[in-house]
């Protein structure tokens, strides 16, 4: 039997009396499509650097690829795993091709002798994100939105098995959304990639992803495709001041909008 590409067992971040995150348990098999949603300084981030090993719980423990996650195999596992931080509003100063950032994605990126097979996984990597026409391009001249398709490049290089997403949909107008949302779905279904992502907006994910992790501090219901979650599950985790629109049977539970920002 094939191990989950993640299980994530009883974690924990901070003191007991007080913790960042609290006993989360999370089970992803391969191809699975996770979205995980929550208010701001709910741990959606924390969550997704632990399991990519840039942080460590101080209780329970993630395994990848049925391997506990330690840092004597932090390096290995992470070959395995494509990981795309959440965008933060700055300019790049430094000089480089399109070609350049994506390459920093591939785990042999320091190996000059391997420059063709570089080559190929680049430009295949670029046409996924419909980016190929711009691999020569400065990276500092670019859109916005660009420039996260070229990062999401980046993630993507390595064909991993693993995926971690951190609000890739920032920069991006609505019809680049729809479509990386669909390559995404694409992916899990045909190469068996399985993708942990964090989102706002459930709207917009929900006929994609397999399943939406509601996380503010520890994960209040997980519901599966088909599953409404229920209103009480978005009070407790943005607090009573919310209005709670139904969407469609195609959909994940349901959409929040609201004076609370979700």
Known sequence: MTAPVVQINHLRLGPPDHPVLDDICLTLEAGHFLGIVGPNGAGKS????????????????IDLMGQCLRRFNHLQLLREIGFLHQLHDHQPSMPMRVRDVVAMGLPA???????????????????????????????????????QRVRLARALVRKPRLLLLDEPSAALDSVRQEKLFKLLRRLCDETGMAVIMVEHDIAAISSHVDSVACLNGKIHYHAMRGENIP???????????IHIVSHDAGCIGCGVAGDQDA
């Open 231 to 241: 209103d009480e599950i978005w009070r407790a985790m943005y607090g009573d001041r």
């Open 46 to 61: 924390t969550l997704l650097n632990m399991v990519a090993g840039l942080s460590r719980p101080d209780a329970g423990h």
């Open 109 to 147: 990126y320091n190996r000059p002798w391997q420059r063709s097979v570089r080559s190929a996984a680049i430009g295949e990597a670029l046409a996924l994100l419909d980016m190929e026409a711009h691999a020569d391009a400065d990276f500092r001249h670019l859109s916005g939105g660009q420039r």
